[in-house]
């Protein structure tokens, strides 16, 4: 596979004191799609920022597509940024801005972005500026999908939606995902609504990257060992454990498996049940587990 983004030591800092971002070295391969995923403040919005050229690096390289995305028309046509802060202008319908939209990405599809309208329910006469904070989101999210640009990225694009618009736009990103194969950022705090769709997971906690994995190979870097304290404390005794509770003579644990094939067994012949944590509870206790280092430090 090709690689569509490629980052080498990226720095972003502000004045002396602060870096959003902290030496990160990451690639991504056309046509898979990504979560980024983290707590607030860990440095998504001001990674996507600065690989959309809205942000320059303190240093370090980036390459969207081969080539420094910076004054780069060639390279920014094939990109697609969905914010859900996104402003426009006030005197712009709905249909201006999505008739803007058709006019910037080489790729956008007309048939898709009426059939979006329809399904989202979206007034298309009615100014920007008087919609509710869901029909906002259904307007980034129908120009993120009808773009079909080689890299769109959404960035928590679906705030103030309902549970049935948020279904539907996950249907629609597999479906034209699976015909037009491209490559997806998906930033959110919903990760459990997203985790089915996800192909590689990718952490960040305090500007830093601190995992990036295959979206099975994370699923299965933890499992919640449960059992009576004594067979739990000491199957526990030499892994690393992000979490731990007890209940009376009973003890719970979330631990990484470090990976080891035979944990499963192992844990089986310490009399222990395992149940799989989700995406959610495992970054929750990763970033969890990576604040109480720093503040250790």
């Not at 006469?125 to 129908?142: E, T």
């Not at 997806?184 to 601190?210: P, R």
């Not at 690393?240 to 470090?258: F, K, N, Y």
Request: proline fraction near 3%; charge should be neutral.
């Amino acid at each position: 596979m090709a690689n569509v983004l490629e980052l080498k030591a990226l720095t972003k800092s502000y004045g002396n004191d602060f870096k959003a971002l902290q030496n990160i070295n990451l690639t991504l391969q056309e046509n898979k799609i990504y979560g980024l995923l983290g707590r607030n403040g860990a440095g998504k919005t001001t990674l996507l920022h600065l690989i959309t050229a809205q942000l320059f690096p303190s240093s370090g390289d980036i390459k969207v597509f081969g080539k420094a995305p910076y004054e780069n028309t060639e390279v920014l046509r094939q990109i697609c940024f969905i914010k859900e802060s996104q402003k426009y202008p006030d005197t712009f319908r709905v249909r201006d801005v999505l008739a803007v939209a058709s006019s910037l990405y080489p790729n956008w599809d007309s048939s898709m972005a009426n059939s979006l309208i329809s399904e989202f329910r979206l007034p298309v006469k009615r100014r920007v500026k008087k919609l509710s904070r869901g029909m906002l989101s259904s307007v980034g999210i129908i120009i993120g999908l009808a773009s079909r640009a080689p890299l769109t990225i959404f960035d928590e694009p679906y705030l103030g939606l309902d549970a049935v618009a948020r279904e539907l736009f996950y249907d629609r990103l597999i479906q034209d995902y699976m015909e037009f194969p491209r490559t997806i950022i998906l930033s959110t705090h919903l990760i459990d609504e997203i985790s089915a769709m996800l192909e590689h997971v990718i952490v960040l906690d305090h500007g830093k990257l601190l995992m990036n994995e295959e979206a099975e190979q994370f699923r299965g870097s933890a499992f919640i060992v449960s059992g009576k304290q004594a067979d739990v404390e000491s199957f526990i005794a030499d892994k690393e454990v992000l979490h731990q509770e007890g209940l009376g003579s009973m003890r719970s644990a979330v631990v990484l498996t470090g990976g080891n094939k035979d944990f499963r067994k192992q844990a089986e012949l310490n009399r222990l049940s395992l149940n799989p944590v989700s995406l959610q509870q495992l970054m929750v206790q990763l970033t969890k587990h990576s604040n109480r280092e720093e503040v250790n430090k």
